[in-house]
Structures are given as structure tokens and as C-alpha cells.
């Protein structure tokens, strides 16, 4: 479970959606968000697939790979299902005791739960195509029209993408830690979920120790190489908009528009 997390991990390849700028990739990743927020029917979530598979395609990012992503928070899909199912109401379908199924609760499940899974997947594809450090000068870039308000946006995207970068580090580190405790007879496997969740519970101070440790060594070795903020530094890589650029925004807008449309007017014209 612990190695089926996919965020904050980048998947190396040369496809053309790796090689789109990084400012391009994440606007686009907040469209696609929006565009799903946007959706009213199932019409409208059909196009957001579609879409999606296109881009991943086109990314040659495995889809075996992207879709591990879904297990670790399986559970939280599955209460987000269950509540919208039971917790609605309207026509009842089935009854067992105080559990009610209702047609609509079973619509607003089936609908929340594929606005979750398309969420996640989109999401990962930013992650999945962008290095790092193209995913801070983006954010970095993007959030410098909020230094006028006293914003620290190089701080804030340096801190959002040393978040990203290590959480497959700590996960790494926290299935070490497991290893090793279950050598020693510890049984993260069975019994029920209360049991497993208070398994769970030696595995935080050295995971916290572990975690201090690598933020010591990541100051000390930025500290080395003269850190000082990184207001005023230089890259050795300026970005700069392309053809491919400016033609993946025009696709991304015209998307969204098409979202619009077809969830917001086109069913007052027909």
C-alpha cells in the first residue's frame, strides 16, 4: 500500500507533455479542476475522461502506474459513496433498517465518486510529467503578481515542492521502518481496522525522527551552497513559452468552454 502512493513522484520520459512548461501544466491542472467542478451530469464528466485519456496517452505515462494512485485513499472514496448513498434524500429503492437507498443518493454517489477519481488522476499527471524544481519556478512564477500584497511566493512554491518531493521519501522510509518492525514480530496485517489503525501508532516517533533528520540535511545542505532565500537567483534554465505552449492553452480554454456549455447552457437551448 505504502509503495501505491504515485503523488509528488515524477515519471521520466520524453513525451510532449513533459516537455510543455511547467507554468502551462499547472494552469491547465486548475482548469481541469474547475472544469470538474463545473460538471452537472454524467454528459459532461464523459468529456472530462475522454480528455484525460488523451493526455495521458499522449504523456506515455503507464496507466497501471497513474491509476495506484486510487488505492491508498480507496477508503476515502468508498465513505464519500457510501455517505452520499444512505445520507440523500428522495425515492427510496432499498431499505435495510435506518439505511435507506435512494435513487437520488445513488445518483449523487456514482457522481461525487467519479468527480473524486478524475480529481486524483488529474492531479497526478502534473506531478507524474513535472521535475521538482520546474514545479517551483512555475509556482514561483505564477504567484509573483502577489509580492505587491507582502505574498512570499518564492517561499511559499519552495515549500509546496519540498512537501511533493518528499513524501515519497518518507513513504519510502516509513516501509523500511515497517520492514523492520515486522521482523521483529510487529502485525501491521491483521485483525480489524481499529486494531490496525493502533498498529500503526510505534511507527511515528522514528518516523518523525527520520523526517526531522531529513530536514536537518536538507537545511545543512542548502546552507552549503550559499541559500540565502532565493529571491534574486538565477536559473539555468529560463522559461519561456513555445508554440506548443500557447497551442495547449487554446486546447485547455477551449475545453473548458466546452464544459461550460454543455453542462450550464446547452440544456436550456434544448
Not at 502506474?65 to 455517505?83: D, E, N, Q, R, S
Not at 503578481?145 to 519552495?158: I, T, Y
Not at 532565500?229 to 477551449?254: N, S
Amino acid at each position: 500500500m505504502i509503495r501505491d502512493i504515485t503523488l509528488g513522484q515524477y515519471y521520466p520520459n520524453e513525451s510532449p507533455i513533459h516537455k510543455l512548461d511547467p507554468r502551462v501544466k499547472i494552469v491547465g491542472t486548475f482548469l481541469y479542476i474547475i472544469a470538474l467542478f463545473v460538471v452537472t451530469d454524467f454528459i459532461g464528466f464523459v468529456l472530462s475522461s475522454l480528455a484525460l485519456a488523451i493526455v495521458i496517452a499522449i504523456s506515455k505515462v503507464p496507466f497501471r502506474f497513474i491509476a495506484k494512485g486510487l488505492k491508498p485513499v480507496f477508503l476515502i472514496i468508498a465513505f464519500t459513496f457510501l455517505i452520499n448513498m444512505f445520507m440523500t434524500d428522495g425515492q427510496t429503492l432499498y431499505q435495510l433498517g435506518f439505511l435507506r437507498l435512494t435513487k437520488e443518493g445513488l445518483y449523487n454517489a456514482c457522481f461525487m465518486g467519479s468527480r473524486l477519481i478524475l480529481l486524483i488522476f488529474g492531479s497526478s499527471v502534473l506531478t507524474l510529467t513535472t521535475k521538482p524544481i520546474s514545479l517551483t519556478d512555475g509556482m514561483e512564477y505564477l504567484l509573483n503578481p502577489l509580492k505587491k500584497f507582502g505574498v512570499p511566493a518564492h517561499e511559499l512554491a519552495m515549500m509546496m515542492t519540498i512537501a511533493l518531493r518528499f513524501i515519497p521519501t518518507l513513504l519510502e522510509e516509513t516501509d523500511k521502518i515497517m520492514k523492520a518492525q515486522m521482523a521483529r514480530g510487529a502485525d501491521f496485517e491483521s485483525g480489524n481496522i481499529m486494531k490496525r489503525a493502533k498498529g500503526l501508532i510505534p511507527l511515528l516517533v522514528p518516523l518523525f525522527i527520520s523526517a526531522f533528520r531529513i530536514a536537518q540535511d536538507l537545511a545543512m545542505a542548502m546552507e552549503a551552497r550559499c541559500y540565502r532565500g532565493g529571491e534574486h537567483r538565477t536559473r539555468l534554465h529560463e522559461m519561456k513559452l513555445k508554440g506548443r505552449d500557447t497551442t495547449a492553452i487554446v486546447i485547455l480554454i477551449m475545453f473548458l468552454a466546452l464544459i461550460i456549455f454543455e453542462s450550464h447552457i446547452l440544456w436550456r437551448i434544448v
